[in-house]
């Protein structure tokens, strides 16, 4: 079994083929080269290997690694920790020849070298390795770790104990990619490299963890009479505090057919048992430990050991501490490394103890693929001391993470506050979740049906018939497809000619909804319909998937989102369609309240721009906030069209508002906002009060055309941020220039964001982020308040700035005022940075109606 789970150090070798010297290597980038398959130099007196990507001009030339331009950038770092290159170091590369024109290397070509990575490594046995941009992790990690291996924005900054190879890692940027970054004044980049190398240096000076056979440290119980002797130790000695995982048939629990296979418990981080629930008496023992308060509770995913104890007869759970994965969110925001695997390998070195599991976890049982979150694994066909050894190492492990982000919030209080939210948010949502949204499966099941069937393929064939449709399939014959949007970009832009209106931050031509409604062609409304449609379909699909006994359950998870917002998954519930009258319609229809009940939203109103005003104090905006007499998209509406405020209609205004303000709030600028703002006056025939078009009116104001407007805006532009808003304006330089500085910045709620970001996720992450948060807080302290003072109603969804009710239509006039004491008076006191008063809005559907229905009511 050890063998197995854990391999003997340097074993990661030995998956990899040798390569037989007298051969060719596998790819071909030896021909043609000055030094092919270049060896590692330096004479390694510290014990620091370095791999980076692959050969340049200069190291073909010389056969040395790292002494082009980026090598020389490398080396003025080291110079500062009195560290040098060639003699204190090795040096290799994950390709060792010069790729043509020095492109990034191919998957291919790194596989062709990873022998002599390994044998570098083996020979050398290095106390330290810098693992250089993408490439070098993929030599080193790709063979080992198989699923989501990411790049270095994922894997940099983490001090890996690697126990296969016996040596620290750390991977970090490429020096040429640091170059571009400070070509491009993104100081921030250099900060984080330079942090990332003093870290790892500072390993050589820390003694290697030898963690032992981790596995033997699990007791697998196979008796009941074990179970309950164990179960009853934990409970007469109640432990201040335990870790505790299932191992379950699937990720929701509410299907009767699914159930938990086995669970573990970890009193200490260096030992667990681990075992089956069913006998009578050991689930009587567990459900005591669950009920006992004085047993603080932790684990890696809370709301799933919640909710699967609640569902199961197992609960409820008193004395909740902590959840492993959502703390480590809040310590490293980064994708894809809060979870408990990639935590065990940064931190203890273990780059694998599940996957030979992972067949039947991530597999599904015949009949279960179209399931969803519902659906059944295969995990009750392992062999179940496998499963249940893999349980008990899952609770060993987060035990010990735990108490090491224990340690880390003692050194940031800010964070500290930070997890107090998001820990007590994660129980609420978890009761949301248990509560459920209840749909309309008749109305799903035949509208779905209905779209795919008929409506769908009526369109189809007027689009096919069409212009564009003729075009598209002309340049894709058979391999047509009208979901892909790169093959909409190429027949619109390239094939037909059409000058493309809105760009993506890479530059692409967008083709949204919004780009394309300023494009006249022939068959594009049919193509738009058909997406929308197509959308339409699929969440009533997800809806009629996710459904059992007439609701759904989907999560609402705080793991996820950089910006530290919610997210929604199982089906995103946050994503259904808002903007399109006709789609919303279609999607929000099939959401219903219980019997005799009303579906109430409420949300804070305008959220976003008044937690902007509290971040940079800007006194016109504050006045626009707080003055009724004011108005900032009527203003904005006069200086773009060249009008007076009696001038300016309902229409005119609303394109200043979301063809000008919110675009400018969120970084776009003056020319992208040209596009839209003149494909409004044109296309939509705005006209002022008086009845004259905007168009004449601009004309006689000196605009006569696209170019002049575009001048027009950028001194519009000025206006608006160098004039109106000028103390927003100083923020921003202050806020980008200290992030620059540091690598990172916090938020006013304590969470903090770092990492290599644009400048809009700058500045906009400390708005959005509080902002959401200021939602969750007021719905925590609604839940409580539901429950302490006996409300029927209930919480069953939360959409970023709206929360959602299954209300009883008798408690809606006295639950309003109250949730809008907490939402907006009580919250101030918790936070006094909240400087403008807020306010919420709410609408209701009539009783027994879909949430389509809902109208504006009263508060």
């Keep these: 079994m050890s063998g197995f789970f854990f391999p003997t150090k340097n074993a990661g070798a030995g998956v990899i083929k040798r390569l037989n010297p007298r051969n060719t290597c596998p790819c071909a980038l030896s021909k043609g080269v000055r030094s092919p398959r270049m060896k590692p130099t330096g004479q390694g007196h510290k014990g620091i290997l370095w791999i980076a990507e692959a050969p340049g001009k200069a190291e073909d030339a010389e056969g040395i690694q790292l002494i082009g331009e980026a090598g020389q950038r490398l080396r003025v770092v080291l110079e500062k920790f009195d560290i040098d290159l060639d003699r204190d170091c090795r040096k290799t590369n994950a390709v060792n020849c010069r790729p043509p024109k020095n492109r990034t290397p191919k998957a291919q070509e790194i596989n062709a070298c990873r022998d002599r990575v390994w044998q570098e490594i083996r020979s050398y046995k290095p106390k330290l390795i810098f693992l250089l941009g993408n490439a070098a992790i993929e030599s080193f990690l790709a063979h080992r770790w198989k699923k989501n291996l990411g790049g270095v924005t994922k894997w940099r900054g983490w001090a890996i104990p690697d126990q296969e190879t016996g040596c620290w890692v750390m991977a970090t940027f490429h020096p040429s990619y640091v170059m571009r970054q400070e070509n491009a004044k993104h100081k921030a980049t250099t900060v984080l490299w330079e942090q990332d190398i003093s870290k790892g240096l500072a390993l050589l000076d820390k003694p290697f963890p030898d963690y032992g056979q981790e596995d033997k440290k699990i007791n697998v119980l196979t008796t009941e009479e074990q179970i309950i002797t164990e179960l009853k130790k934990i409970y007469r000695t109640k432990p201040k505090l335990i870790t505790y995982d299932y191992e379950a048939t699937g990720l929701k629990p509410h299907r009767k057919k699914q159930k938990i296979i086995c669970a573990s418990i970890a009193t200490n981080p260096d030992s667990a048992i681990s075992f089956l629930l069913e006998g009578a008496r050991s689930k009587k023992l567990f459900r005591a430990i669950m009920g006992e308060k004085r047993i603080r509770k932790v684990a890696h995913g809370l709301k799933f050991e919640d909710t699967w104890t609640v569902e199961k007869g197992l609960g409820p759970v008193r004395g909740w501490k902590s959840c492993t994965m959502t703390n480590q969110h809040i310590l490293d925001e980064r ?61 060993m492990f987060d035990f010990r993470l735990y108490l090491e982000q224990e340690k880390e919030f003692e050194k940031e209080p800010g964070l500290r506050e930070a997890s107090k939210l998001f820990h007590n948010g994660l129980i609420t949502l978890g009761e949301v979740e248990r509560n459920g949204i209840r749909t309309n499966a008749k109305y799903c099941k035949e509208k779905e049906g209905h779209i795919r069937e008929r409506v769908i393929p009526h369109l189809y064939s007027k689009f096919k018939a069409s212009e564009l449709g003729k075009a598209w399939g002309k340049e894709f014959g058979n391999n047509m497809s009208i979901t892909k949007d790169n093959q909409l970009r190429k027949v619109l832009f390239e094939v037909m000619g059409f000058e493309a209106i809105l760009f993506t931050d890479t530059g692409a031509a967008k083709v949204s909804k919004e780009a394309l409604g300023q494009i006249h062609c022939a068959g594009l409304e049919e193509y738009t319909k058909i997406t929308q449609l197509t959308s339409a379909a699929d969440f009533l699909k997800g809806f009629q998937r996710e459904t059992i006994r007439g609701r759904m359950h989907p999560f609402f998870n705080l793991n996820m989102a950089a910006s530290f917002r919610s997210s929604s998954s199982l089906p995103n519930f946050q994503n259904n369609p808002i903007r399109d009258k006709d789609m919303k319609q279609i999607v929000r229809t099939a959401i219903i309240p219980s019997p005799g009940r009303q579906i109430l939203e409420v949300d804070h109103k305008g959220i976003e721009v008044k937690v902007s005003c509290c971040v940079h104090h800007d006194p016109q905006m504050i006045k626009y906030e707080t003055d009724p007499s004011t108005d900032m998209h009527r203003d904005s509406a006069c200086d773009i069209y060249m009008l007076t405020a009696k001038e300016v209609s309902p229409d005119t205004r609303y394109s200043a508002k979301n063809g000008w303000i919110f675009p400018q709030f969120y970084g776009d600028w003056y020319e992208s906002c040209a596009k839209a703002l003149w494909y409004n006056i044109k296309e939509l025939k705005l006209k002022t009060v008086s009845g004259m078009p905007l168009m004449q009116h601009l004309r006689e104001q000196g605009i006569r055309d696209f170019s002049k407007f575009v001048d027009h805006l950028e001194d519009v532009e000025y206006e608006f941020w160098g004039v109106r808003f000028k103390e927003y304006t100083r923020w921003k330089k202050r806020h980008l220039k200290e992030y620059m500085r540091k690598g990172w910045f916090d938020l006013l709620t304590g969470f903090r964001c770092g990492g290599v970001l644009s400048r809009n996720q700058v500045l906009n992450r400390p708005i959005q982020g509080p902002a959401f948060h200021c939602l969750l807080w007021g719905m925590i302290e609604i839940n409580h308040m539901l429950r302490r003072e006996g409300f029927d109603t209930f919480i069953i969804g939360q959409i970023h700035d709206s929360i959602i009710f299954d209300a009883v239509p008798d408690e809606v006039s006295e639950l309003l005022p109250r949730v809008s004491k907490i939402m907006c008076e009580d919250i101030r006191e918790v936070w006094p940075w909240i400087i403008l008063p807020l306010q919420l809005d709410a609408e209701i559907t009539p009783i027994n109606q879909p949430w389509w229905t809902k109208e504006k009511i009263k508060i």
């Design 335 to 395: 994708s894809g490394t809060s979870g408990l695997k990639f935590q065990v390998y940064v931190r203890y070195g273990l780059v694998d103890y599940a996957s030979h599991l992972d067949s039947f976890m991530k597999g599904k049982k015949t009949g279960e693929a179209d399931k969803g979150g519902n659906a059944l694994n295969r995990l009750d066909e392992a062999p179940i001391e496998e499963t249940m050894l893999y349980c008990g190492m899952d609770s």
